[in-house]
């Protein structure tokens, strides 16, 4: 999507050529009023001069009559059936006694989309009926409430309208800026075109995404979801950057996807052969997460165990031995994100819930074994193999065995509980006798002879049909060196099945000889996957839109100072809007909200409701944080904790 003022014919033209140049197929740019649909003329005309064909999208709310004018310049319409025919959004109660009631209202939608639909129809232009989760009409919010099937029937009535007349070049989308409302909502959507007999396309993105890795995983969770499953057309990944920025993880998304059709694929064909059947039990229209039972503590346990998973979501992370030496140990403690006084960690909000060591330093490395045990007291999981313990015993680790190996193991000398590890080849009755040999929790990584996707999801149907309640912690694989790829495979792969409500956690693994990713690296991004799933909050949660000719300041900068000031406040979600069309809608999902209003001036939100109008930008974000801590969610930056050089640790 363009972010250039439509206006600015001359600065849209380059825009559009930058974004052509990249790869893109189509570019959607705001239409606001009278003055940017006769940009458009020119824009079209600039662009088919300079040798440039790529269709073009004009972006409408609110006004009806303007989008008949665009529709002469323009290859495509977006409407947004929250506030096409609605007018401004409002947050008005409606009573409706019966369905009935609710339908009778409908006529005032006809009597504006009509002219639309037939202007289309006449200019062979196409449609994009996009609801969005932020902008509901106040109608549908009274009636289905702020729900994904609230979404699903705002976007089909307007397709009645359209089919009233005959008219069927239109698509449909159903953008959200949480991944599990947006996936519900096209799979709902999905789910009810299939009973009509529907085949419309669907647009998918996650709309105010964020920037950088964050929102490309957030992206990933949502549309890789979808696309894993077989929905969707077209994609668009909505990041609060530059747009061109925009291509390269939208073509990777697209790849992944095209990458596992048994069809395109071969290879993939015979991985997803190789499956065992099961039957898919997932209920599309409700949402509801597995919650796998926590290490309890027993009798004669010299360490609490309780704290080796998370009940919102758990980090493992992978640990090598030579990063417990002396002069790495302090470091390796402040990459688990641990606290440290006087040498000694401790667990804080974001720090590991455990570590994994495929080899541990020998016992006579008295030093580097003290830095384990250190880790161990303060509650934090130390999981190894099997067979390094036998060779090697550590007191209180966590044996780690195959499930083939499970079924007549002895834990080794020392080792104070089991974990198992399923890679989806092993038959029913296999899986289902984890029940009886009650690990601590179990890492499901799939073997590369079978579909991760469905060998994983046929181990969830199976646990589910036999009461297994073993914690899953999702054991992913990398070999990649860019950080933007590894948010996407994260996204893609595991979040798919979070998404499904499936998985207590995630350990990521790089192999290969290069490993160029550090570990508090890892850790970060493992918790930012848990959280755009919706698990742990460990951070501020950033609803960002990602700018267009509507916005009212500069939104890249202003999102940056907005992030530095506030991001150090988990469980608080903070939505950066550029202008009002999504903003007060979005507010649902955020506590506070920093929304432009006019040129220069800021309206700040507390969910719903305007508390503050007309702040100067300059003044705003210091008002933002004025108006957290009048709410009593603010707390102050900790600082950096300064080691003390001659300290002295008792081993």
């Known amino acids: 999507m363009a972010t250039a003022n439509t206006a600015d014919v001359d600065a849209t033209v380059e825009q559009v050529m930058r974004c052509a140049d990249e790869g893109f197929d189509l570019v959607r740019v705001t239409v606001q009023g009278r003055r940017e649909a006769k940009a458009c003329l020119e824009i079209r005309e600039k662009l088919f001069k300079k040798g440039y064909d790529i269709p073009l999208c004009a972006d409408m709310h609110f006004q009806p009559k303007v989008a008949m004018l665009v529709a002469e310049a323009v290859e495509k319409i977006r409407i947004n059936p929250g506030n096409f025919a609605d007018g401004r959004k409002d947050f008005d109660e409606h009573v409706y006694e019966t369905e009935d009631d609710y339908v009778k209202e409908r006529g005032y939608l006809a009597d504006a989309m009509i002219p639309l639909v037939q202007k289309c129809k006449e200019l062979n232009r196409c449609m994009r009926i996009g609801t969005n989760h932020g902008s509901l009409s106040s109608r549908v919010l009274s009636f289905y409430g702020d729900t994904p099937r609230g979404m699903v029937e705002s976007a089909l009535e307007f397709a009645d309208i359209c ?72 994609v668009r990944v909505s990041l609060t950057e530059d747009p061109e920025f925009e291509y390269a993880p939208c073509n990777r998304l697209s790849e992944i996807a095209s990458s596992r059709v048994a069809k395109n694929n071969p290879e993939e064909a015979a991985r997803q052969a190789a499956v065992k059947p099961y039957v898919d039990t997932r209920d599309i229209t409700s949402f509801s997460r597995r919650h796998g039972v926590l290490p309890g503590q027993e009798e004669g346990d010299t360490v609490d165990v309780r704290g080796f998973l998370n009940r919102d979501g758990s980090v493992i992370t992978v640990v090598k031995p030579e990063m417990f030496e002396k002069e790495n140990v302090q470091y390796l403690y402040q990459e688990l994100g641990c606290k440290t006084a006087v040498g000694m960690p401790f667990k804080d909000i974001a720090t590991t819930d455990s570590i994994f060591m495929r080899t541990l330093p020998p016992s006579t490395n008295t030093e580097a074994r003290a830095a384990i045990r250190r ?130 956690g995630v350990m990521c693994e790089q192999v290969g000889d290069e490993n160029p990713f550090s570990v508090d690296f890892l850790r970060k991004t493992s918790f930012s996957l848990l959280q755009g799933s919706r698990m742990r909050s460990t951070k501020t949660e950033f609803v960002s839109c990602p700018s267009c000719g509507r916005t009212l300041f500069d939104l890249q900068t202003t999102t940056a100072r907005i992030q530095e000031a506030t991001g150090h406040l988990p469980g608080v979600t903070v939505a950066v809007m550029g202008c009002i069309v999504n903003g007060p809608g979005e507010m649902a999902d955020a506590d506070f909200g920093y929304v432009g209003t ?8 507390y969910g719903k409701e305007v508390v503050k109008k007309s702040i100067p930008n300059d003044d705003a974000v210091d008002a933002l944080i004025d108006l957290i801590k009048e709410y009593d969610m603010w707390k102050e930056p900790e600082e950096e904790e300064v080691e003390e050089e001659e300290a002295v640790v008792a081993a």
């Open 163 to 234: 089919r009233s007349q005959d008219f069927h070049n239109f698509v449909f989308s159903m953008k959200a800026s949480n991944p599990l409302v947006m996936v519900q909502s096209y799979r709902l959507l999905a789910a009810e075109m299939y009973r009509l007999g529907w085949d419309y396309p669907l647009h998918l993105g996650v709309t105010e995404a964020g920037e950088g890795e964050d929102g490309r995983m957030k992206s990933a969770i949502g549309i890789g979801t979808l696309l894993a499953d077989g929905i969707g057309d077209t």
């Open 598 to 605: 006019m040129p220069g001036k800021v309206d700040l939100y």
């Open 375 to 504: 880790l161990i007291e303060v509650n934090m999981g130390v999981i190894v193999p099997a067979a390094e313990l036998e060779k090697d015993p550590l007191p209180n680790a966590v044996a780690l065995f195959s499930l083939a190996e499970a079924a007549d193991a002895k834990l080794p000398t020392g080792a104070m509980r089991m974990a198992i590890e399923i890679d989806g080849t092993e038959d029913d009755e296999t899986i289902a006798s984890i029940k009886d040999l009650a690990p601590a929790f179990a890492f499901l990584k799939p073997d590369a002879s079978v579909s991760h996707l469905h060998a994983s999801r046929r181990v969830f149907e199976i646990f589910k049909s036999n009461e297994i309640e073993t914690a899953v912690i999702h054991h992913f694989v990398t070999d990649t060196d860019d950080s933007n790829e590894l948010a996407l495979q994260m996204g893609t792969q595991i979040g798919a099945l979070l998404n499904d409500g499936n998985g207590d």
